[in-house]
């Protein structure tokens, strides 16, 4: 009887600090969706996109990159920016965002398409 009060006991305990270690750990980060509110602006910013990026996983660091065109956080975590271009982007623009934390990282791109006023 006293092995099994302890054998129930030592499943307890571990069960109990393993559930611990997973409550304290980061998860992967994964882009969950990634948003605009216009795919398609004119150049000059009077009316930028509005980019949303909504991921998992805590802990996380939101990077942004676009090869033409300007990118401005809105948040205090930039998950959220505002996307405008000059005349020299007009075209179809990709805009990736990368999310990471100490676990890795995750990229996903949205498109954008710049016309002229």
Do not use: H, Y
């Not at 006991?9 to 559930?19: G, M, P, T, W």
């Not at 000059?86 to 623009?93: D, E, H, L």
């Not at 965002?97 to 398409?113: A, F, H, L, M, R």
């Amino acid at each position: 009887m006293k092995i099994l009060a302890l054998t129930f006991l030592f499943v307890i305990f571990v069960a109990c600090s393993e559930q611990q270690l997973t409550n304290n750990d980061t998860d992967k980060p994964e882009i969950i969706s990634l948003t605009t509110d216009k795919s398609t602006i004119k150049f000059g910013g009077e009316e930028p996109a509005i980019i949303t990026c909504n991921a998992s996983g805590g802990n996380l660091e939101f990077t942004w990159e676009v090869d033409l065109g300007d990118i401005f956080p809105i948040n205090s975590d930039n998950s959220q920016v505002r996307f405008s271009g000059s005349p020299c982007c007009i075209g179809k623009k990709l805009i990736k965002c990368t999310v990471t934390n100490d676990k890795g990282s995750d990229t996903k791109e949205i498109e954008i398409i710049i016309l002229e006023p």
